[in-house]
């Protein structure tokens, strides 16, 4: 069995009994906001996507796939609104959104106060888990291991700023996009890819080099949201179908067919953290 999808899917059922629960009973939108959220909407709801799986994708019969895909899929639908993709690098996201090509960004986006100075994120619908990639034979097998080697991230993902946060003797190195970081370590130029924990089996399925089992763990009070532009009066509607997806089971449907739903187990010991 993966030990990612054990990870995510344990963390995201404590996520959907404690954190959903917690977030919509202070959050629950007025007949007011209801109405003032359609105010100015057009009938299209443009959604930006970072193009690798399992966030959005396409599969071998052709069809678009995807954990953030079908979650957003379902919001603009139970909003009334037809969905619109536009998939890019995850590093053209937040300029689109702001150039108004976008409406939303859905990409494992964790909600961070720096982007929250601003950008409004909607109700969680899943957990923040990252994790550590590395070549066949390399010495880092825990994350206390990285100490004093260089670490390639996504320019502009999360994963930097938390980096720079919690490890202070690593030298950063930025690419553009995952498929550059990997090209990095491949030329000796960075010793690990610090990344999102669900995109960890697609990166090494893709890989050109061989890499290590990925090491893994969860980063605290780091819920995944949707972004919007600060000021969108939409927010209240994402959150209300959001709310109606937990209750429904239509949330859990969507997780688990990307993301097993087995327990914990032993993974956080077996991974280091």
Not at 116 to 129: G, H, I, L, M, Q
Not at 188 to 202: K, T
């Amino acid at each position: 069995m993966n030990q990612i999808k054990l990870v995510v899917a344990g963390a995201v059922v404590l996520l959907g009994a404690i954190a959903f629960s917690g977030y919509f009973s202070q959050s629950t939108p007025t007949a007011t906001d209801k109405a003032s959220a359609a105010v100015g909407s057009s009938n299209t709801l443009r959604i930006g996507v970072d193009s690798t799986e399992p966030v959005y994708f396409t599969s071998e019969d052709g069809s678009a796939k995807g954990f953030d895909y079908e979650m957003a899929r379902s919001v603009a639908e139970g909003m009334g609104l037809e969905p619109e993709f536009v998939a890019m690098d995850f590093n053209e996201l937040f300029p689109a959104l702001r150039a108004g090509k976008i409406d939303m960004i859905g990409a494992q986006v964790t909600n961070t106060s720096v982007l929250e100075r601003e950008f409004d994120f909607s109700a969680p619908y899943f957990s923040t888990y990252v994790a550590f990639l590395t070549p066949e034979g390399s010495t880092i097998r825990t994350r206390r291991d990285v100490d004093g080697k260089r670490i390639a991230v996504v320019d502009g993902a999360i994963q930097e700023s938390y980096l720079r946060d919690k490890y202070h003797d690593v030298e950063i190195v930025k690419a553009p996009n995952v498929g550059a970081a990997v090209e990095l370590i491949e030329r000796g130029e960075a010793d690990a890819l610090f990344h999102g924990a669900p995109y960890a089996q697609s990166i090494i399925k893709g890989a050109p080099i061989v890499l290590e089992e990925p090491i893994v763990y969860q980063v605290d009070n780091a819920p995944i949201g949707f972004v919007i532009r600060s000021g969108d009066q939409r927010k209240a509607q994402i959150d209300e179908v959001l709310k109606d997806m937990v209750l429904s089971g239509e949330w859990l449907k969507i997780k688990t067919a990307y993301f097993e739903a087995d327990p914990l187990s032993d993974v956080f010991r077996d991974k280091g953290a």
